[in-house]
């Protein structure tokens, strides 16, 4: 391969040329071309991709500091082209930068190469690099099925594959849609506090392959992004006592006989620090054999039954 920024251009002209074009295709589609052509069977890591970038020709920079809230950003002249990301980022996320950026560049390319190609907006284009990232470092196949052997376990993928528990949680979702109903959320606590806490990331899949499998419930019911924690709720619990909590039922329905949903809250603990974070996954009762190999691994304290809470 020319050490040069052609070798990308190569890859969009090969996607271009297998598909017809990138209209209709996914970022899984891509990403799996990108890993056969770039990685091979070299290990999915920072290094490796430093030096897919350098046979791309493409030079990266750390900063600091970053505008706003930007954790990247890329900058293109004539043939050269700079990828900067966040110097003090960890080594996932600096990894999911360098892909986030060469993803909008092949958008780009692909662009300037085939006239007849209506590039992404701006708004598409942030979130298509996001799912390509995602899809070079998590690969589907092989993650949904780590997926299920650690019974949706958010802390114990993240330290399998080195990944911020936050991708993780998000690439669940994905790769788990069509399949099964679950909803996963992440609590943090908000900025500047010690105390209050909140939703940072969810994600939510479906079955589409049983479509009565499926919980749809009232708006607010699922937290959404930014929601605080509730007081006694499954979060709060964990948090509190740095323990993992489970409820076998939640019921919906007014007279409580719905088999309804079952949630597991696992808490990061940091010796020092306390408690980081919580990870919560609400799957349909009658799913629930699902977690089985979280539950045996962190041995959850167990709650019999909630009502329209979690």
């Known amino acids: 391969m020319n050490n040069d920024f052609s070798c990308l251009r190569i ?4 996607v271009v040329s297998k598909y017809g074009g990138l209209q209709g295709v996914s970022e899984e589609q891509i990403a799996k071309e990108f890993r056969a052509l770039y990685f ?21 920079k750390g900063l600091a ?7 990247g950003y890329h900058e ?14 960890s080594s996932s996320g600096i990894q999911n930068t360098i892909l986030h950026e060469m993803r909008e560049i092949i958008e780009t390319l692909v662009a300037d190469t085939n006239p007849g190609y209506t ?15 995602s899809a070079v470092l998590l690969p589907e196949e092989t ?26 949680l998000l690439r669940m979702g994905e790769v788990l849609q069509g399949r099964l109903f679950f909803y996963a959320a992440l609590y ?27 919980f749809r419930g009232g708006e607010g019911f699922l937290p959404r992004k930014g929601r605080p924690v509730l007081p006694g ?37 940091d010796p020092d620090a306390g408690t980081l974070m919580v990870a919560e996954v609400i799957l349909l009762s009658h799913d629930s054999h699902v977690l089985g190999p979280q539950i045996d691994r962190v041995k959850p304290v167990m709650v019999g039954h909630f009502h329209r809470h979690i």
């Open 40 to 60: 091979r069977n070299l290990p999915l890591n920072l290094k490796t991709l430093k030096t897919v970038a350098a046979m791309c020709g493409i030079e990266l």
């Open 233 to 269: 709720s499954l979060a709060d619990m964990a948090i509190q006592s740095k323990k993992a909590y489970m409820v076998r039922q939640i019921s919906v329905l007014d007279d409580m006989t719905d088999e309804g949903l079952t949630a597991i809250a696992r808490p990061l603990i």
């Open 143 to 168: 993650f949904r099925g780590k997926v299920y052997q650690t019974g949706l376990d958010v802390m114990t993928l993240s330290k399998i594959y080195s990944k911020s528990c936050s991708q993780v």
């Open 119 to 133: 590039p992404l907006r701006t708004t598409a284009r942030h979130i298509a690099a996001n799912k390509f990232a």
């Open 11 to 14: 890859f969009c002209h090969q």
């Open 76 to 89: 293109v002249y004539d043939d050269r082209i700079i990828i900067y990301f966040k110097s003090g980022d």
């Open 188 to 214: 943090e606590p908000e900025p500047d506090s010690e105390t209050a806490w909140q939703v940072s990331y969810r994600t939510v899949s479906y079955n589409e392959e049983d479509p009565d499998s499926n």
């Open 65 to 71: 500091r970053m505008p706003g809230s930007m954790r």
